[in-house]
Structure formats: structure tokens, C-alpha cells
């Protein structure tokens, strides 16, 4: 970085009073209890200086957080975690219930259907998160706080008392999100080569003074954000894991199930894969379950360590394979890769889709990027007509919504289903006018109760929610929903005509009798069924890409099962190993945790 003199030096504790007009309020109040206390002369420290005042305060700080002696010095450094973690670690006692729902969320859309979470499985969950986040947060006070370490007492402050508010990290943004007590992730990884850098930069523009000569870095730096600056750092200074991507030469490492957790973790520490098993107690919690995979690229060294893609198997099966583009997304350049490694575990041919369609995303960015126009089958398959485009992350591929926001969105759909422009919707207000041939983006009507003179897009490209409806008296539906479709309130299913396509689940769940029920052939996703209590008269999808939930059905001989389901499968009584069984492939955090 380019540096030129303009600015005359300060010192550490200047530089922290200055910018943490803050803590002026609690020194002033402290140092005042040993102001008539001995400051050693040789540190020419003057009691009435701002500066002054705070390097008097780190030094007994330092001085009390000391000791020759190795085990009273943790013990000191534990007095002072016990004093600073419960302010920032998650509130065990007030634990946000919508850390729940996601989890709910998450099992609905992997087809694990409402999946019951009981006050049991809720305070492990609660003790799981809460020891990964001090765990997490104990990396940098252990780090910084050693007798050994070499930062600055001010420096040490900086650092410490900024991460402690720092959330997630935005791969996309680039930025940290703000840390509160709801807070559920784990603190930033130690990024020891980031941190050295951010030092780096702070003393040499907020000490000495020196000038920055790059507009953009300098407005970063001036800021004196440590979020802000670590972000950049984490960006240009690791380049092995973020710009040099077009590493691709490494190996496998399988950690097997029931070995030692903490070289998995510590081995994912410092990468900013994103993923929870970076936390120990998670790592522990998933080597239980099943063996690890992670695919380990060289960096800039020659060593493979850079972790770039990881399979988790659960039961002998493959739960996850994640990568670490935004949301856990596989690098299209590991694809191959990845694809070679899962093919070859049981149960990961179920990832084919979503190797063909992040293959196929990858061609129209291409595509793009050469001002190549895109074809009606482009545009059928990046507005998921005909079927949900799936990635390998927890979220959809960030790429298709960047894609889409940069073009025609009705332009492009009325080319698809040629029709006219105002036949294509994109709020609430323009799909309830009438006459419309699709409509891009969810629709939620959970307040209606009545159907009566609701005119509904012929097609919804996401979610239909009518769970406040409890008759089908004047219900016409679409002919596709890509997304779910909920109608909760239903308890017979006479006169429902269901479209022909729904691209994620169908939640029929008050359904008591499956008389007059005409199912889709396919179900993208979960299917739930659990007030039928007689299969008499039922004829399930061909397929189902989730979790199909019978659990009041008991089963007979005539009862025929779909050719294929992606999730799990619950029926009623199913007590012998005979015929059907019970399939449950799915459990526990995901990296996203």
C-alpha cells in the first residue's frame, strides 16, 4: 500500500481516546481511585492527559492480568472472561425463538416436514450455540491477552472490545453485521495475517500520520472501524482462499467418525469457510454422526490447507456438500471436484440436479459476460419455470438473483409464455387484477378466509400462501406454483383442483380424508398429510423431492408408495422391518448454523 507524510505521530492510547470518546467516562472514573497511586516515572505519563489517562488505565489492566505464574494467570484471565462474556455471548435465558423457526424452516425445505422441537432438544441446542460462541470468542482473548503476545496494550483493546460486536460475515457485502445478544453464530474467525495487517495500517496512518495514497483504502482506514478494516484485510490479505481461486490442486482429508473433533475445527479456523463446524462443539456434535470430508486447496506456499469443500455424511449417507461462495455455495471451479468425491459416497447421487443445474448457471453467466443473448430455454430454466434451481448451499445461489436484477423481468417473461407485459406481475396489487399469466415472486394471502372473487395468476413463480382459507368454495388455483403451496385449513379436499406442477412442498396437514384428492404427479418438495388417518382412495406423486408425512395412515398391502422420495417418510405404526420402514436421513446443524 502506498504511503506518503502528512499528519504529525500519536501514540496507541491517544489514538483510542480519540476515537472512543467513550471510555473517557469510565477512566475518568477509575483512573481518579489510583490517581494518588505510583505511575512508573520512566513512562513520563501526565495523569491530566487524555492519553495519558488511558495508557495508565491498559497498563493496570495488563499489570492485573498478569502473573509468573501459569495457572494463576488463567485463572485471572477466566475472572475477566466471567466478567465480559455474559454481556456480549447470546442470553441463554431469553434465546431467540426465531433461531428455531429458521431451524424448522430449514427442515421444511430438506423435507424433514414440521419437525417438532422439544424444550429437550431446545436447551441442548441452547448449550451447543452458547459453548461454540465462547469458544469462538476465547480463540481471540487467549490470543491477544497472552503474556506472549505482542500487540500493544491499546491495540489489544481495539481489537478485543470491537469483535465482541461483530456478527456474520457478508460475503457478498464484503462487511460484518452487527452483533447483539440475539445473536446466534459464532464469533469471526482469528485471522492471525489479517489482524497483523490491520495493526499495520492503524499505526501507520493513525500513529505516524502517513497519508494514503488509494481514495477507496484511505476511506476505510480513516473510518478507524475495525470491522470495517479486518473485512478489507480478510478480502486482500488471503488471497490463497479468496482471490486465488483459481487454485484448484489439493487433496482430501476424510476425518472419521469418532475422531478427534479438533483437528477438523481447527483446521477450518481462520478461512472464513462460513461454516459451524469451525465451532468445536459443533464439530464435535457432527463427527458423532458420521465421517467428514474436506477438500483442502494449496496456498500460496505449496501447502494444502485451504478448506474449499466439505462433505458431511450422516448414517452412512451424504447429509451436505458445502462450499464456501455466499451462502455455502460450491466455486464452479470445484465442481468437478466435488462432484468426483460425492459420486462415489452413498447416497450422493441425489446432488446430480444440483451439479447439472450450477453447471448450467455457471453457462449463462458466461453466456452474459460475452453480451451473448439468452435463449427461451435460458430464460425458462433462470426463472424456474419448469423446475427450482438448486445449489449446494442453505440458500438459493446467490448469482440468480444478481442475474435477474439486472434485467427485464417482464420483458424476459412475456418472451417465455408470449403474452403481453401487463400479463406478467410483480407485486400483489398487479396479480389480483385478473388476466395474468404469470406472476414472479410469492404470493402471500394468509388473511383471506373467503376465495370468493379471488382471481389468481394462471402461474406463481414462488410461494401461494392461502393458509387462512378453510373451504374451496371459489378456489381456482394456478396451473404451477414454483414455490409452496399452504392450505393448512383445509379438512376436505372437495372441489380442490391442485395445479399440475408445485415446485416445493404442498401442506394439506388438517386434510382428514384423501376422497376427491388429485395429487400432482411430481412434488418438488414435501408433501404433508398427517390428518389422513385411512389411505383409502389416495394416489401419491410419482415423485417427491422432500419429506412426505402420513404419520396417521397405517398402511396395507394395496397402499403404493411414490417411484421416488428424496426425504424422509412417516406412516403410522410401522413397528416390523417388513415393507415400508421408516427413512429419516436428515438430522442436526447444518454449516450454517
Not at 101 to 129: F, M, N, P, S, Y
Not at 282 to 308: C, M, N
Amino acid at each position: 500500500m502506498d504511503y506518503t507524510v502528512s499528519m504529525s505521530e500519536i501514540s496507541g492510547a491517544e489514538f483510542i481516546a480519540k476515537t472512543n470518546p467513550e471510555i473517557q467516562k469510565y477512566i475518568d472514573n477509575s483512573v481518579k481511585q489510583y490517581h494518588h497511586q505510583p505511575i512508573d516515572p520512566e513512562l513520563n505519563l501526565k495523569p491530566d492527559k487524555a492519553g495519558d489517562r488511558v495508557e495508565a488505565h491498559f497498563l493496570r489492566l495488563e499489570e492485573a492480568l498478569s502473573d509468573p505464574n501459569p495457572k494463576r494467570a488463567e485463572r485471572k484471565l477466566n475472572i475477566f472472561k466471567a466478567m465480559v462474556y455474559p454481556q456480549v455471548l447470546v442470553d441463554k435465558d431469553n434465546f431467540p425463538e426465531s433461531y428455531f423457526k429458521l431451524q424448522q424452516r430449514i427442515a421444511k425445505e430438506r423435507g424433514q416436514g414440521d419437525k417438532e422441537i422439544t424444550a429437550d432438544k431446545k436447551r441442548k441446542e441452547i448449550e451447543t450455540v452458547y459453548t461454540d460462541q465462547k469458544k469462538s470468542l476465547d480463540i481471540w482473548f487467549d490470543y491477544m491477552l497472552d503474556a506472549n503476545a505482542t500487540y500493544p496494550a491499546w491495540f489489544k483493546y481495539y481489537t478485543l472490545k470491537n469483535v465482541v460486536q461483530l456478527g456474520s460475515y457478508d460475503k457478498k457485502k464484503k462487511q460484518f453485521s452487527k452483533r447483539t445478544q440475539n445473536t446466534t453464530n459464532i464469533f469471526p474467525d482469528l485471522n492471525r495475517e489479517a489482524l497483523a495487517f490491520v495493526y499495520d495500517v492503524v499505526v501507520k496512518r493513525h500513529l505516524k500520520g502517513l497519508q494514503i495514497n488509494d481514495p477507496d483504502f484511505k476511506r476505510i482506514v480513516d473510518s478507524a472501524n475495525f470491522g470495517r478494516i479486518y473485512a478489507y484485510a480478510i478480502e486482500k490479505v488471503t488471497p490463497a482462499s479468496k482471490e486465488d481461486k483459481q487454485i484448484t490442486e489439493g487433496r482430501w482429508v476424510k476425518y472419521d467418525q469418532g475422531s478427534d473433533h479438533m483437528l477438523l475445527c481447527q483446521s477450518l479456523q481462520g478461512h472464513g469457510t462460513g461454516w459451524c463446524t469451525a465451532g468445536e462443539e459443533t464439530a464435535r456434535i457432527q463427527l458423532e454422526t458420521g465421517d467428514f470430508y474436506v477438500y483442502y486447496t494449496k496456498d500460496q506456499q505449496g501447502k494444502s490447507i485451504v478448506p474449499r469443500v466439505a462433505i458431511r455424511m450422516e448414517n452412512g449417507q451424504v447429509a451436505e456438500v458445502r462450499g464456501i461462495n455466499p451462502d455455502q455455495n460450491l466455486e464452479p471451479e470445484l465442481a468437478d471436484i466435488a462432484k468426483e468425491k460425492y459420486s462415489q459416497l452413498p447416497g450422493g447421487n441425489k446432488y446430480d440436479k444440483k451439479d447439472q443445474d450450477m453447471r448450467y448457471l455457471t453457462l449463462i453467466e458466461h453466456k452474459l459476460a460475452d453480451n451473448q443473448d439468452l435463449s427461451l430455454e435460458d430464460l425458462r430454466f433462470l426463472y424456474e419455470i419448469d423446475s427450482p434451481i438448486e445449489g449446494f448451499g442453505y440458500q438459493k445461489d446467490p448469482r440468480i438473483k444478481s442475474i435477474i436484477e439486472k434485467r427485464n423481468i417482464k420483458q424476459d417473461l412475456s418472451l417465455v409464455f408470449d403474452c403481453r407485459l401487463d400479463q406478467i406481475s410483480t407485486t400483489e396489487q398487479e396479480a389480483l387484477k385478473g388476466n395474468i399469466k404469470f406472476h414472479y415472486g410469492d404470493l402471500n394471502l394468509k388473511n383471506l378466509t373467503s376465495a370468493e372473487g379471488l382471481v389468481l395468476p394462471e402461474n406463481i413463480s414462488g410461494d401461494l400462501d392461502l393458509s387462512g382459507l378453510t373451504s374451496t368454495k371459489g378456489l381456482v388455483l394456478p396451473k404451477s406454483v414454483g414455490g409452496y403451496l399452504d392450505l393448512p385449513g383445509l379438512t376436505s379436499a372437495k372441489g380442490l383442483v391442485l395445479p399440475k406442477r408445485i415446485g416445493a412442498g404442498l401442506d394439506l396437514k388438517n386434510l382428514t380424508s384423501a376422497e376427491g384428492l388429485v395429487l400432482p404427479e411430481n412434488i418438488g418438495g414435501t408433501l404433508y398429510l398427517p390428518g389422513l388417518t385411512s389411505a383409502e382412495g389416495l394416489v401419491l406423486p410419482e415423485n417427491i423431492g422432500g419429506y412426505l408425512d402420513l404419520s396417521g395412515v397405517t398402511p396395507d398391502e394395496g397402499f403404493v408408495l411414490p417411484d421416488t422420495i428424496r426425504g424422509s417418510l412417516y406412516v403410522h405404526s410401522l413397528n416390523s422391518a417388513d415393507g415400508l420402514y421408516f427413512i429419516d436421513i436428515v438430522r442436526g446443524c447444518t454449516f450454517s448454523t
